[in-house]
């Protein structure tokens, strides 16, 4: 029976109402994380109400109360700390509203308002998070909405996998069209920006090296970055992913610059071009093609094998042969780059430039001061006298540890070299590049990451936050920047294997992470594999973006025109819909109605024409008297075609031939189409 | 055989019937339609209203044998169908028969009878027998039972459960006559007090030939298809708890075929199962939220189409 005040006439059952709670609860949970946790409470609150009032406990709220409720949980978000303006604040209102919506739910409608505020809801998600695990969690939010949805509409209580099971198949049914839409629709750049939070913006290398910085990174298995090689994988121990350059030394702390600038000037300071780097170079060796994924960082600062010479992407190269994200690493980013590892870089350096590779505090550290001066007396040249101070690593008890003893005095060189003798990498490459300074050679502190976790499965290496590395760059004649890792005097586990190896006497791998993969073998395959789900997530669903996509488009179909990407999308929508009509059974044929009965049923379209309207409920014989008495010139016609309706329905002749029946019943309705038609045309005129 | 006679008299009958019951000429109608049935009737209704007078009367139209029995908690199945007596002279027990034997034996308040009592009489009514201490007595032919109950004051009653109420083919109320109609029941001469010049319009063998007719009476494909669409309704309808059984079903139709007859038609049209479909349907089916089992019926009544269905040749 369609009704179009049905929806809004049937009140919301007790069941249904349940399911509700279930979905708002789902969809609210994940975002709990990232707005105020407060907000579940308010929906239990208010759900509660409205249960207590189905149950006949309690009385639905007035005006005023509503008022007051909703005016306290405005309230409650302006004293939140939430910026008046952003995202969060409108995430929350919204969110706020979907709470409170479920004390208002009574008819059906309200219920709708509500699931649909959930589906856009779990689009807000994705603005937060963009792994696999929210798209899977997505997936099931709206499973729940979508079963939460057909408890509503029906009357009957079914059973909850039931449910969800019709939940899931609908979407099934939608996943053809959702793939379509996804390779399809056209990319653009955002035509407006907003900041997103960055409060959870994961811990990455910061842009200072103070001794503890990278052993705090070292606690952490967090990803930073995958790549993908196009030809042969390098050495484990070749592996150096030069990310920042800190040339400055205060005696404490190294930084990039003398100044403490924020990144965003880092950048413009030393932004260049790809002809500036690549007239500074000396190409040797072959050219490495990679592809690297970074994981967000909120930093502009990337990790590659330097120097890169060609970049594929968003991002630009810096003036000391880094490269660097033009924005904040926000969501993940991916890059293909073309290093040439072995190339001689800055053969010639001009002495302005040398001499700020020579920086040092004008005073302290007395002790390493002289060494370098001693060292460096007896050494016939540099190199040789390089090689000495390497040689000193490992030959004195030098240890390399994760726990190293607290540095008590200001002259933290002396300190290290001469005392404490324990130490990470931060520590050997400081102290080297200082005994180099002192010697007057010019050479720099590099941080970045060095050696990754090959994961066979995805054919890809992962480098974790605990493969943080720093080391150092010589500047010599002839062969430019040289690469100097003093660590590997000490460890050379480290290069070679990785850091688990390098410190597994000491057990101090991870220790501070209770829970994680990495640390048991065991459970290592697991997590290979998760990261490599994870890998392909990136690489293939996030990474697809407009470049990819004209890619994807030229390769399947050639060159696009207008009318070729029209014909495909069209074509594609027809055979979807054609696979919903078969999967529904809408293709099936619908056993029809007999033909008398349609020829009745167009004897009713035509007195309804008249304005004579059969109920459905009414019979024939009870119509034909309705309706011969409003058309009286009609009556004979009338009577005759509905009593031989009635003879072939209900008392049909045994002997007979029923076909000649409805022939005569064919015959009696044309020539009542006739008569009304004359009728019509006599009244009209 | 000639049925032209039988159905006269039996519409004489029927005018006879209104004579003393008045104004209730759909209600008289069914009672009668529910006897050509071979069903029993159950009338729902204030005290007052006449329902005794509808048993008297059609017994007396239709020369049946009458007995009534007043229902009470106290009542015991053997004060219906009777008992062994000791005869002294014969030194030997033998059987004395209660007043279930007779051929139109009304019941009155049944409700207010013990849940025992009661089923000995629903047992009777449905095997049409009763037995006692091992020996079965066959009922006389046609057999007849109408049940009254009294729906308001249920304290101390013992309601009819849904299975037993399936027992009686119709259930009718008659209700509060119309103005003109009791202002002719104030005057004095019709009603009740008509009763004794009610004559006896049909005999038995008329009664029993009228009975076996009804089963012989034409449904067509299309009829079928409005029944199953209406009980299809009563199970699907979402304000249906308890939908149609099939033994329902079946006593619609047989109850249709018999209104039929005694429209003097030889088959059945959809007025015909739309005039005992409330009544007939009404204490079979159960609503949801308080619906009444009759309101619903009417509901579903209204809603389902009358006419329509895939016909003959498609079915086929």
């Known amino acids: 029976m369609p009704d179009p005040g049905y929806m809004r006439r049937s009140p919301v059952t007790y069941t249904g109402m349940l399911w509700l709670l279930a979905a708002q609860l789902v969809v609210m949970l994940p975002l709990a994380f990232y707005l105020p946790v407060w907000l579940i409470p308010v929906l239990l609150f208010s759900a509660g109400w409205r249960l207590r009032v189905m149950q006949g406990h309690m009385e639905q709220p007035g005006t005023i109360g509503i008022l007051i409720i909703g005016s306290l949980g405005i309230i409650a978000l302006t004293v939140s700390g939430i910026p008046r303006v952003s995202l969060d604040m409108m995430a929350s209102l919204l969110m706020l509203g979907f709470a409170y919506k479920s004390l208002e739910v009574i008819q059906r409608r309200d219920a709708m308002v509500v699931i649909l505020t959930g589906y856009l809801l779990v689009g807000v998600l994705f603005l937060y998070s963009q792994s696999i695990l929210a798209a899977l969690y997505g997936v099931f939010s709206m499973t729940v909405l979508t079963a939460s949805m057909i408890a509503l509409q029906s009357s009957k209580s079914t059973v909850m996998l039931v449910n969800l099971r019709l939940a899931g198949l609908m979407l099934l049914l939608c996943l053809p069209l959702m793939i379509t839409f996804f390779v399809f629709t056209p990319r653009f750049s955002p035509l407006w920006t907003f900041t997103l939070p960055s409060s959870q913006a994961k811990t990455g290398m910061t842009d200072r090296l103070t001794p503890g910085d990278i052993a705090r990174l070292s606690q952490s298995d967090e990803p930073a970055f995958r790549v993908n090689f196009a030809g042969e994988r390098p050495a484990q121990k070749a592996l150096y992913w030069r990310g920042l350059v800190l040339n400055h030394f205060d005696g404490k702390t190294w930084t990039q610059f003398a100044d403490d600038i924020d990144p965003e000037s880092v950048k413009t300071v030393l932004k260049t071009n790809e002809y500036n780097i690549k007239n500074r170079l000396v190409k040797k060796g072959s050219g490495l093609r990679y592809s690297v994924i970074y994981e967000k960082t909120a930093q502009p600062w990337l990790f590659a094998l330097s120097p890169v010479v060609d970049i594929q992407g968003d991002a630009a190269f810096g003036r000391d042969f880094r490269i660097m994200a033009r924005k904040n690493v926000m969501e993940p980013l991916q890059l293909t780059l073309l290093s040439y590892p072995l190339a001689l870089r800055d053969v010639i350096l001009p002495p302005w430039r040398q001499q700020l590779a020579l920086q040092l505090p004008s005073q302290g550290n007395p002790r390493s001061r002289q060494l370098a001066q001693e060292l460096l007396a007896k050494s016939p040249t540099k190199s040789h006298f390089i090689q000495t101070v390497m040689n000193r690593y490992r030959t004195q008890d030098f240890y390399y540890t994760l726990r190293p003893p607290v540095l008590q005095t200001t002259d933290t060189i002396d300190e290290f070299l001469f005392s404490s003798r324990r130490g990470f990498c931060a520590h050997y490459a400081g102290s080297f590049v200082f005994l180099m300074r002192a010697a007057g050679i010019p050479a720099r502190i590099v941080a970045g990451y060095q050696g990754g976790e090959w994961n066979e499965k995805g054919n890809y290496l992962t480098v974790h936050q605990y493969d943080a590395h720093a080391w150092t760059e010589v500047w010599l004649e002839n062969q430019g920047w040289v690469r100097f890792d003093p660590t590997l005097m000490v460890a050379p586990q480290r290069i070679e294997q990785n850091l688990q190896t390098a410190v597994s006497e000491e057990g101090s791998f991870l220790e501070g992470q209770l829970l994680t993969f990495a640390k048991y073998n065991w459970l290592n395959s697991i997590r290979k594999r998760l990261d490599s789900g994870q890998y392909a997530w990136r690489k293939f669903v996030l990474g697809y973006n407009g470049e990819t996509q004209s890619q994807l488009m030229q390769r399947l179909f050639g060159k696009l025109s207008l009318l070729k990407t029209a014909l495909i999308i069209a074509s594609l929508f027809f055979v979807i819909s054609l696979l919903w009509l078969v999967s529904l059974g809408l293709a099936r044929r619908h056993p029809q109605e007999a033909p008398e009965h349609q020829l009745y049923r167009r004897f009713c379209t035509l007195l309804e024409k008249q304005g004579i309207h059969r109920a459905p409920s009414q019979t024939p014989h009870n119509f034909a008297q309705l309706a011969a008495s409003r058309l009286p010139a009609l009556a004979s016609e009338i009577q005759t075609f509905t009593n031989n309706y009635i003879q072939l329905c209900y008392s049909p002749p045994e002997d007979s031939d029923s076909h000649a029946t409805l022939q005569r019943l064919k015959t009696r309705f044309n020539s009542l189409s006739k008569a009304i038609k004359t009728l019509r045309k006599t009244t009209g005129t | ?316």
């Open chain 2, 1 to 316: 055989m000639n049925t032209t006679p039988l159905l006269h008299d039996i519409n004489a009958a029927l005018k006879a019937l209104n004579q003393v019951i008045l104004g209730k000429e759909e209600q008289v109608r069914l009672a009668l339609s529910c006897l050509l049935a071979n069903g029993h009737l159950l009338v729902e209704d204030l005290p007052g209203m006449g329902k005794t007078t509808l048993a008297h009367a059609l017994a007396n139209v239709l020369g049946l044998a009458y007995k009534r029995v007043q229902f009470t908690s106290d009542l015991l199945p053997a004060d219906l169908v009777g008992s062994a007596v000791f005869d002294p002279k014969t030194t030997t027990f033998h059987f004395h028969p209660g007043p279930i034997f007779s051929t139109l034996f009304l019941a009155d308040e049944l409700n207010r009878a013990t849940p025992k009592a009661q089923s000995a009489l629903l047992e009777a009514m449905e095997e049409k027998q009763v037995s006692i201490d091992g020996e079965t007595h066959t009922l006389p032919a046609p057999f007849f039972v109408i049940a009254t109950q009294n729906p308001q004051s249920q304290s101390g009653t013992f309601p009819l459960p849904e299975s037993q109420l399936d027992r009686f083919l119709l259930r009718i109320s008659l209700g509060y006559p119309a103005a003109t109609v009791e202002r002719e029941l104030l005057k004095g001469n019709k009603g009740r007090a008509a009763l004794p010049q009610l004559s006896q319009m049909l005999n038995r063998e008329s009664l029993l030939t009228l009975q076996k007719l009804v089963p012989q009476i034409k449904v067509s494909d299309t009829l079928l298809d409005y029944v199953q669409r209406l009980i299809a309704r009563t199970r699907e309808d979402e304000l249906c708890y308890l939908g149609l059984s099939p033994r329902g079903a079946m006593a619609l139709m047989r109850s249709a075929q018999s209104w039929a007859l005694l429209q003097g038609r030889g088959h059945v049209l959809p007025e015909d199962v739309q005039a005992v479909f409330v009544a007939v349907v009404g204490h079979r089916i159960i609503g949801r939220k308080e619906t009444q089992g009759e309101q619903l019926a009417r509901h579903v009544l209204h809603s389902v189409d009358a006419i329509g269905g895939i016909g003959v040749k498609n079915s086929a």
